[in-house]
Nanobody, 122 residues
Framework: VQLQAFGGGLVQPGGSLRLSCAAS????????IGWFRQAPGEEREWVSC???????FYADSVKGRFTISRDNAKNTLYLQMNSLKPEDTAVYSC?????????????????WGRGTQVTVSS
């Protein structure tokens, strides 16, 4: 099983990025899948989750700016990030949980991908 996040980079405040998480060895539509982020010196923070029945959930800090989605044909998870702020700067990782519903605790997730750095700065 492998999850690989990519698509990060340097963007100015107010800009947009789309992160992708490609999966191999598991079928994402059979898992609750989520995005987490971790800034230097900070705890890992739950960002968003997509349940098996395609319900979406977001942390208050990103609600209205970020959109999580899944392409079943490509077995890939996405995170569209708009109106980015400097406080969104972090390493973003994707994760999959053998659950029907979403969880915000990272310990509930079974598989993790290597993260991608997002830096929001002018």
């Amino acid at each position: 099983v492998q999850l690989q996040a990519f698509g990060g980079g340097l963007v100015q405040p107010g800009g947009s990025l789309r992160l992708s998480c490609a999966a191999s060895g598991l079928t994402l539509q059979h898992y609750a899948i989520g995005w987490f982020r971790q800034a230097p010196g900070e705890e890992r923070e739950w960002v968003s989750c997509l349940s098996i029945d395609s319900n979406t959930f977001y942390a208050d800090s990103v609600k209205g700016r970020f959109t999580i989605s899944r392409d079943n044909a490509k077995n890939t998870l996405y995170l569209q990030m708009n109106s980015l702020k400097p406080e969104d700067t972090a390493v973003y990782s994707c994760a999959a949980a053998r659950l029907d519903v979403c969880r915000v605790d990272f310990s509930d997730y079974d598989y993790w991908g290597r993260g991608t750095q997002v830096t929001v700065s002018s």
